[in-house]
């Protein structure tokens, strides 16, 4: 009779895989405290701090791109997704005169680019600043509010239900909870509101993306012309 043969032991230990909700939770948390920070620093440290934040959270959006598997192409929503950006950019400017501010997470800082007294220095910052509001803060605040939040008050094992798909309960909390992240709260809630239906007509994450970007865009240059610096 042959002796057993012994089962091979392996030295590799299984490791679970990352939680699915950190690539989506991870880059705005990050982003809300390096926010919060900003205010508790001199002004004059705003620059550097500004630059460390998109840094830290365009590396993390890197980090995490397996969840950009949500951002699907589809060049056939673009034409909608500019014009809700546009209305949303005037529904932002309108409603904010009309309300005053809550800041539940903090004060804008407010800074104004025109005490940098470098010009290069100057330009390099509003274009960095400019690339955050219109890029980084898109991808970033629609992964999380209507990718994953939307779809995970709607149902924790949010990953098998369609983009677009959420309950009229999700709906509402994350527009009000969208609304009170920002210190113009009662535009902040319609334009959750109004990004959320895109989402649910569209099914389709990128057309928000664009929809935020087109918002954000117009704003920053609505900042740079009239001087509104305590949009930023």
């Known amino acids: ?43 004059s440290w705003y620059l550097g701090l500004y630059t460390a934040k998109a840094c830290v959270t365009a590396a993390l959006l890197i980090l995490y791109r397996s969840v950009w598997k949500d951002i699907r192409p589809d060049w056939r929503v673009l034409p909608i997704a500019i014009l809700v950006g546009i209305a949303v950019f005037f529904e932002w400017i309108f409603v904010d005169r009309i309300t005053p501010h809550f800041a539940l997470l903090g004060a804008r800082t407010g800074f104004d680019p025109n005490t940098i007294q470098e010009p290069l220095l100057r330009v390099c910052f509003v274009a960095v600043r400019l690339t955050g509001l219109a890029i980084l803060v898109p991808i970033m605040e629609e992964l ?64 928000c993306i664009v929809a935020h970007a087109v918002t954000n865009l117009a704003l920053g240059i609505y900042i740079l012309g009239t001087h509104q610096w305590y949009f930023w």
């Open 1 to 43: 009779m042959e002796p057993e043969t012994p089962q091979e032991e392996t030295n590799h230990e299984v490791r679970p895989a990352p939680r699915l909700w950190m690539g989506y939770v991870i880059p705005m948390v990050a982003f809300v405290l390096l926010t919060a920070g900003e205010g508790m620093l001199p002004k």
């Open 144 to 207: 999380f509010w209507r990718s994953f939040l939307l779809r995970w008050l709607t149902d924790p094992d949010f990953a098998k239900i369609p983009m677009g798909t959420f309950s009229w309960g999700a709906f509402a909390m994350v527009a009000g909870a969208f609304g009170l992240a920002h210190p113009e709260w009662l535009a902040g809630i319609l334009c959750g509101v109004i990004y959320s239906l895109l989402l649910r007509k569209t099914k389709s994450l990128l057309a």
